[in-house]
């Protein structure tokens, strides 16, 4: 890490970006940034890291991604879990989450897509229109999957504006399903292989797999330090932690990742907390939250409760499941990742009853004094399943409160009174 100023522009004139409207943006994240995560208290040291790497998300990263291609690497861009970045990584490619959570261009998202379209797709494809994300522009390919309605017809948009693949994920779970999935896999091995020119082998795929599973193994020490109270990280800053996981170089994350939890179970030991003793705890449970989407996070720690656990893939889906390290065969290290991968619960298979499981499980095991439902407007799969979940809560005998909301600062007090509502009833 070093000091020096440097001026990215000429890198991303290359990149085709809109120059003053991506200034515009990154002034605009910068001060979200500081005054969302700078402002916290007793933050672990460790986050230091994290700091900086946000500091530089369009910039040094950035020249990484730069190098690495102007060398003959290639760049994937993934939008959605199920995409196993081990396959990429294993084909000689590096791996990118695309972020997708802030509104931008929406004026031109909207001639494209309906006006009821949910924010995360809307900023997916605004991103692009509005030509502000060098992650996207450094992408060679990037991978959709046949989830949602909305994201399944969005990439066919997208794909005329970038070379895409699209994936078909099955929507229910049966043995025939995860056949079809490994054959989705299959052709997708044949895809990566044809971008990079590289074949996927035994050695290759379980170095990847083994590669991810340990930044997955330091996600998940950081987030068990989470049960402790008081807990020793807040909401927003293990939020960040897995957002950045999307994007930043493997083993460097994965470091410092560990130092981190080392930090935080010495912190645990010495009662050291982010937030009082006995804080209200808090579960959110829902739709993902993107970069930089950081606003019922801000919400709840900002009216002094302490969100302990995210049961979404910009949480626990991300990190708790592991693919098995045991096969020596490229066969069998693909029936692994199938199965790992299908079983993440998203609200896009039917039936869906594992993440509710999720759900009560997290709650008592971090010790929730309540849960909070997050859908984004129009995400008709999490809106549905969200009674279901309150009502499963309740059942468990813990407070629920649903929330359904967008990107928008617009309704921020009107969420901010309802959430200190709540943390007054769940104490
Ligand atoms: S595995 S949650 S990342 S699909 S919020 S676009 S579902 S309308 S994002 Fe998702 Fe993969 Fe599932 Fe996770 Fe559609 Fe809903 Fe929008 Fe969504």
Not at 41 to 61: C, I, N, Q, T, W
Not at 163 to 172: D, G, H
Not at 382 to 398: F, L, N, P, R, T
Not at 405 to 415: I, K
């Amino acid at each position: 890490m070093s000091d020096a100023v440097v001026d990215y522009h000429p890198m991303w004139a290359e990149l085709g970006l809109d120059l003053p409207m991506h200034d515009a943006l990154l002034e605009a994240v910068g001060g979200m940034y500081g005054s969302t995560f700078m402002t916290q208290k007793d933050r672990p040291a460790g986050m230091g890291y994290l700091d900086f790497v946000m500091s530089e998300v369009h910039g040094l990263r950035i020249k990484e991604l730069h190098d690495f291609r102007k060398s003959g690497g290639k760049v994937v861009g993934t939008y959605c879990l199920y995409v196993p970045e081990e396959l990429i990584r294993a084909a000689g490619a590096w791996s990118v989450g695309i972020c997708a959570g802030a509104e931008w261009a929406y004026d031109e998202v909207e001639q494209i897509l309906p006006r009821n379209t949910c924010a995360l797709i809307k900023s997916m494809v605004g991103f692009k229109l509005g030509k502000v994300c060098p992650y996207l522009e450094e992408s060679d390919l990037l991978i959709g999957e046949t989830t949602c309605d909305g994201k399944k017809k969005a990439y066919e948009e997208l794909g005329k504006m970038q070379n895409l693949y699209t994936m078909e994920l099955p929507q229910m779970k049966r043995p025939k399903d995860v056949a079809f999935w490994r054959s989705e896999l299959v052709d997708l091995i044949a895809k990566l292989e044809e971008l990079t020119g590289k074949k996927v082998t035994a050695e290759s795929l379980a170095a990847s797999i083994k590669e991810v599973n340990d930044k997955r193994r330091a996600l998940q020490r950081v987030n068990a330090a989470r049960a402790a109270d008081p807990t020793p990280i807040s909401g927003l800053d293990s939020l960040l932690a897995v957002q950045v996981a999307f994007y930043d170089d493997v083993p460097r994350f994965t470091r410092m990742m560990n130092a981190l939890a080392d930090e935080l179970e010495l912190r645990v030991a010495d009662g050291i907390g982010v937030a009082p003793k006995g804080a209200p705890r808090i579960l959110i449970t829902g739709t993902p939250m993107a970069l930089p989407n950081w606003k019922l996070h801000e919400i709840v720690e900002k009216a002094g409760g302490v969100v302990v656990g995210e049961e979404m893939c910009t949480g626990s889906r991300y990190y708790e499941k592991l693919v098995d390290e045991d096969a020596t065969t490229l066969d069998g290290m693909l029936d692994d990742l199938a199965a790992k991968y299908l079983d993440i619960n998203c609200a896009c298979f039917t039936p869906n009853t594992g993440r509710i499981d999720d759900v009560i499980r997290m709650a008592k095991g971090l010790k929730a004094d309540g849960v909070i439902d997050y859908a984004l407007s129009f995400c008709g799969t999490y809106q549905i399943e969200s009674a279901g979940v309150a009502k499963a809560v309740q059942a468990a005998d813990m407070p629920v409160l649903r929330i359904e909301t967008d990107y928008s600062v617009e309704d921020v007090g009107q969420l901010s009174t309802r959430v200190e509502a709540f943390l007054e009833m769940v104490k």
